[in-house]
């Protein structure tokens, strides 16, 4: 379990799931990100697929997913990089600095749960400027690369987690 200010961030357990039923996403920003629910139902079909959540207090706030099978991994054949996915906070947890206080947290999450890694991958829909200006300020760079997504082009960022 990683504590940083406010905020408790775990791996998914069972115990979640009412919290996670109930959790609240604006339609404008479902269409970039998936909810907790669809995160869970991927990591049942891919182990790969590890959802965290984020805990202010003991309210759910949000939800990520870390996926850390280099052989499924097609934004880049960095063995040791894993992709930060399916990040959302909460609607009511929102505008509190918890989107960024995750991010500045990922350096510690990914040294305890999968400590070979060494790069964190996102992609990010070229259109969604408020999550690009996150990601910038979380310390994730642009190194113009693009990958063709299903709703048009997507920019992958990147983050040196042997740095933080």
């Known amino acids: 379990m990683e504590h940083r200010n406010r905020l408790t961030i775990r791996p998914y357990q069972e115990d979640a799931d009412a919290a996670i039923a109930s959790y609240e996403l604006p339609e404008g920003q479902a269409v970039y990100t998936s ?29 990520f997913a870390l996926y ?3 052989s499924g991994n097609r934004y880049t054949k ?3 990089a894993i992709v930060f996915k399916s990040f959302s906070i909460d609607a009511r947890h929102q ?11 990922l350096h510690g999450i990914a040294a305890k749960h999968v400590p070979d890694a060494d790069e964190i991958i996102l992609t990010v ?8 200006r996150l990601y910038r300020k979380a310390g994730f760079e642009d190194r113009g690369l693009r990958y063709d997504g299903e709703h048009g082009e997507e920019l992958i960022f990147h983050l040196d987690v042997k740095r933080g």
């Open 78 to 80: 960095h063995p040791h």
């Open 125 to 132: 829909h070229h259109t969604n400027t408020p999550a690009i």
């Open 95 to 105: 505008k509190k600095g918890y989107a960024l206080e995750t991010l500045q947290s």
């Open 35 to 63: 909810l907790p629910a669809e995160v869970i139902r991927e990591y049942r079909d891919d182990s790969h697929n590890q959802p965290f959540l984020i805990y202010a207090g003991d309210q759910l706030a949000g939800c």
């Open 68 to 70: 850390t099978d280099p």
